[in-house]
C-alpha cells in the first residue's frame, strides 16, 4: 500500500545532472563495510511480510547486533505487538534535559513470490554489484545503515549530548498499527530522521543529479462513490439506473481540479528544481515561484505527472462495482476514488469537496478507514537540519543541489507529524531510477552505496544529537 521512496522526478532533471567534482568523503574502513552488508543481506532473509510472523525474529537479529556493538540489552527492547514487532533502542545522551532524536524505519515488507521472480525473494544474493532481495531497498537498506553506523558509533565511545532513539516499526506496509504505538512513545522527540524516504538520485551515467529531503507527504485517502436504486428487469428501464448515475458523478470527478496550493516546502522544491529543468516546465516553475495564481504556469506544471501532485490534492477514480445480473437493471453501483490531499488540508474537507462537485443526493460519498493514513501537516524546514543534511550530503558531492520535497506516498512520518513532531525523510541511499525496483519485481540495491550512506548517517547523527 505504501510508497516509500520517490526517486522519479522527471527525465529532464536527470538530463540536468551537475556535473560535480565531488571530493570524496572519508570512507568507512573496510569491516564496517563489510558489516554493514552483511546486516542488510542477512536482513533480506527475514520475510517480514504480513502474516509471516518473521518481523520479531529479525528484530532479535538487528538487537544481537546492538548488544554485541555495547549496548546495554536492556536499551535494547523487543515487543511483539499485533502479530509483527517494534524495536526501541536508546543510545544515551549526556544531557537528560535535552528531547531525544529519533532514526525511524521499518522492518517489514511487501509480499513477493517466488514465481514470479528471477531468483527467491527471500534468498538475498550480491551478483554483479547488487544485493537482490525483497526488501533490499524498501526500506531494509537504509535500516542496516543506521544500525551499523550506530553500532560503529557505540563502539567508538561517541558521547551524543541528547539520546537517539532507533525506532523501527513492523507494519509500515499495511495498517501502521506498530507506526502509531511508537509515535505515542515517542511524542517527546526533538525530531525524527526517516530513514525511508528522501536520498539521492543518481543519472544513469552514474552521476549525482540531486539530494531530496523529505519534509511533507500528501495524505492518502479513499472515498467510496455508492449509487442505490430498486433495480428490476432490464427490459423494462425506468428513468433512474445506478450505473448510470455513477458514471456521470464520475464524469464530474475527474472534470474537477482541486485550487493551486503553495507551501514552505513546495515554495522550496520548485525553487531548487527550476535552475535544473530545462524547457517549458523549468520556466512554468520560475512563473509560479514569482505568482502563485498564474494561470498558464499552473496549468503547465498541472499537465506533467512529476509536478501536479505539488500543486494541489488530487483525486482519481481507481475503481467500479456495479450491478448484479446481465439481464437486471442495477440495484447498486460503487466507485473508489483515490485522493493524495495537499499536507494542512483535512480529509473530511475534500469529501465534502467531492459531495459538492457531484452535486446529487443519490450519489453518497463516505471515507474509507481503516487504510492507515491519517491528515498530518508538512514539518517546517529547520535550519539545524537543512544545516546538517547539507553538511552530510556535500562531505561526499560538494556542489550537489538539496531539494526540499513532498512525496505523495505514505510513510511512518506521518504518525509522529500528527502528533507535532517534525520528521525528515534523510536516507543516504543513491539510485539511478533504472536501479529502482522497490515493490516490484527483482528487487536490488547497489553495494557500492553502502560507504557513502554510512558517512551519510555518521555526520548527521554527530550533527544533529549534539
Same mark, same amino acid.
Given at each position: 500500500?505504501?510508497?516509500?521512496?520517490?526517486?522519479?522526478? @522527471?527525465?529532464?532533471?536527470?538530463?540536468?545532472?551537475?556535473?560535480?567534482?565531488?571530493?570524496?568523503?572519508?570512507?568507512?574502513?573496510?569491516?564496517?563495510?563489510?558489516?554493514?552488508?552483511?546486516?542488510?543481506?542477512?536482513?533480506?532473509?527475514?520475510?517480514?511480510?504480513?502474516?509471516?510472523?518473521?518481523?520479531?525474529?529479525?528484530?532479535?537479529?538487528?538487537?544481537?547486533?546492538?548488544?554485541?556493538?555495547?549496548?546495554?540489552?536492556?536499551?535494547?527492547?523487543?515487543?511483539?505487538?499485533?502479530?509483527?514487532?517494534?524495536?526501541?533502542?536508546?543510545?544515551?545522551?549526556?544531557?537528560?534535559?535535552?528531547?531525544?532524536?529519533?532514526?525511524?524505519?521499518?522492518?517489514?515488507?511487501?509480499?513477493?513470490?517466488?514465481? =514470479?521472480?528471477?531468483?527467491?525473494?527471500?534468498?538475498?544474493?550480491?551478483?554483479?554489484?547488487?544485493?537482490?532481495?525483497?526488501?533490499?531497498?524498501?526500506?531494509?537498506?537504509?535500516?542496516?545503515?543506521?544500525?551499523?553506523?550506530?553500532?560503529?558509533?557505540?563502539?567508538?565511545?561517541?558521547?551524543?549530548?541528547?539520546?537517539?532513539?532507533?525506532?523501527?516499526?513492523? =507494519?509500515?506496509?499495511?495498517?501502521?498499527?506498530?507506526?502509531?504505538?511508537?509515535?505515542?512513545?515517542?511524542?517527546?522527540?526533538?525530531?525524527?530522521?526517516?530513514?525511508?524516504?528522501?536520498?539521492?538520485?543518481?543519472?544513469?551515467?552514474?552521476?549525482?543529479?540531486?539530494?531530496?529531503?523529505?519534509?511533507?507527504?500528501?495524505?492518502?485517502?479513499?472515498?467510496?462513490?455508492?449509487?442505490?436504486?430498486?433495480?428490476?428487469?432490464?427490459?423494462?428501464?425506468?428513468?433512474?439506473?445506478?450505473?448510470?448515475?455513477?458514471?456521470?458523478?464520475?464524469?464530474?470527478?475527474?472534470?474537477?481540479?482541486?485550487?493551486?496550493?503553495?507551501?514552505?516546502?513546495?515554495?522550496?522544491?520548485?525553487?531548487?528544481?527550476?535552475?535544473?529543468?530545462?524547457?517549458?516546465?523549468?520556466?512554468?516553475?520560475?512563473?509560479?515561484?514569482?505568482?502563485?495564481?498564474?494561470?498558464?504556469?499552473?496549468?503547465?506544471?498541472?499537465?506533467?505527472?512529476?509536478?501536479?501532485?505539488?500543486?494541489?490534492?488530487?483525486?482519481?477514480?481507481?475503481?467500479?462495482?456495479?450491478?448484479?445480473?446481465?439481464?437486471?437493471?442495477?440495484?447498486?453501483?460503487?466507485?473508489?476514488?483515490?485522493?493524495?490531499?495537499?499536507?494542512?488540508?483535512?480529509?473530511?474537507?475534500?469529501?465534502?469537496?467531492?459531495?459538492?462537485?457531484?452535486?446529487?443526493?443519490?450519489?453518497?460519498?463516505?471515507?474509507?478507514?481503516?487504510?492507515?493514513?491519517?491528515?498530518?501537516?508538512?514539518?517546517?524546514?529547520?535550519? =539545524?537540519?537543512?544545516?546538517?543534511?547539507?553538511?552530510?550530503?556535500?562531505?561526499?558531492?560538494?556542489?550537489?543541489?538539496? @531539494?526540499?520535497?513532498?512525496?505523495?506516498?505514505?510513510?511512518?512520518?506521518?504518525?509522529?507529524?500528527?502528533?507535532? @513532531?517534525?520528521?525528515?525523510?534523510?536516507?543516504?541511499?543513491?539510485?539511478?531510477?533504472?536501479? =529502482?525496483?522497490?515493490?516490484?519485481?527483482?528487487?536490488?540495491?547497489?553495494?557500492?552505496?553502502?560507504?557513502?550512506?554510512?558517512?551519510?548517517?555518521?555526520?548527521?547523527?554527530?550533527?544533529?544529537?549534539?
Amino acid at each position: 500500500m505504501q510508497a516509500s521512496k520517490s526517486f522519479a522526478l @522527471v527525465a529532464a532533471l536527470a538530463a540536468a545532472a551537475l556535473a560535480s567534482s565531488a571530493l570524496a568523503a572519508p570512507k568507512p574502513g573496510p569491516a564496517l563495510h563489510d558489516q554493514a552488508l552483511e546486516i542488510l543481506t542477512k536482513g533480506v532473509a527475514f520475510r517480514t511480510v504480513k502474516g509471516a510472523g518473521n518481523t520479531p525474529a529479525y528484530a532479535a537479529y538487528l538487537k544481537g547486533v546492538l548488544v554485541a556493538a555495547g549496548y546495554k540489552p536492556d536499551d535494547v527492547r523487543v515487543e511483539e505487538t499485533d502479530g509483527t514487532a517494534i524495536l526501541i533502542a536508546r543510545y544515551p545522551g549526556a544531557d537528560p534535559r535535552k528531547k531525544p532524536i529519533v532514526v525511524l524505519g521499518h522492518m517489514d515488507v511487501v509480499e513477493a513470490r517466488r514465481e =514470479d521472480w528471477q531468483r527467491d525473494p527471500f534468498t538475498p544474493v550480491v551478483e554483479n554489484g547488487y544485493v537482490y532481495g525483497r526488501g533490499s531497498v524498501d526500506n531494509k537498506f537504509d535500516v542496516s545503515m543506521a544500525v551499523a553506523t550506530l553500532a560503529e558509533l557505540r563502539r567508538e565511545g561517541w558521547k551524543p549530548g541528547r539520546d537517539v532513539i532507533l525506532a523501527l516499526s513492523g =507494519d509500515e506496509e499495511t495498517e501502521m498499527a506498530s507506526t502509531q504505538k511508537l509515535a505515542a512513545r515517542l511524542k517527546n522527540a526533538e525530531l525524527v530522521l526517516n530513514d525511508d524516504a528522501g536520498g539521492g538520485l543518481l543519472g544513469e551515467d552514474g552521476k549525482p543529479v540531486i539530494y531530496q529531503l523529505q519534509a511533507g507527504e500528501k495524505t492518502y485517502a479513499d472515498f467510496t462513490l455508492t449509487v442505490t436504486d430498486p433495480g428490476g428487469h432490464s427490459s423494462r428501464p425506468g428513468p433512474t439506473n445506478a450505473i448510470v448515475e455513477l458514471a456521470q458523478a464520475l464524469a464530474k470527478v475527474g472534470a474537477y481540479k482541486f485550487p493551486a496550493m503553495q507551501s514552505e516546502l513546495t515554495t522550496a522544491y520548485f525553487k531548487a528544481s527550476a535552475p535544473l529543468t530545462p524547457g517549458p516546465a523549468g520556466a512554468a516553475m520560475k512563473a509560479y515561484l514569482v505568482d502563485p495564481k498564474d494561470e498558464a504556469a499552473i496549468a503547465t506544471l498541472s499537465a506533467e505527472p512529476e509536478y501536479v501532485g505539488q500543486v494541489r490534492t488530487t483525486c482519481v477514480a481507481t475503481m467500479v462495482n456495479g450491478g448484479h445480473a446481465t439481464n437486471a437493471l442495477p440495484q447498486k453501483a460503487t466507485a473508489n476514488i483515490n485522493c493524495r490531499i495537499f499536507p494542512g488540508t483535512p480529509s473530511e474537507q475534500v469529501r465534502q469537496t467531492l459531495a459538492k462537485v457531484i452535486d446529487d443526493p443519490k450519489v453518497t460519498v463516505a471515507r474509507v478507514t481503516g487504510d492507515g493514513s491519517i491528515d498530518a501537516p508538512a514539518s517546517p524546514l529547520r535550519p =539545524d537540519v537543512m544545516a546538517a543534511v547539507t553538511k552530510a550530503v556535500h562531505a561526499q558531492h560538494p556542489t550537489l543541489t538539496i @531539494v526540499p520535497s513532498m512525496s505523495a506516498g505514505a510513510t511512518d512520518s506521518m504518525h509522529f507529524r500528527a502528533l507535532g @513532531v517534525p520528521s525528515y525523510g534523510v536516507a543516504g541511499l543513491y539510485m539511478k531510477p533504472s536501479d =529502482d525496483f522497490t515493490h516490484g519485481l527483482n528487487e536490488r540495491a547497489p553495494v557500492a552505496a553502502i560507504d557513502g550512506a554510512l558517512a551519510h548517517w555518521k555526520v548527521l547523527l554527530k550533527e544533529l544529537a549534539k
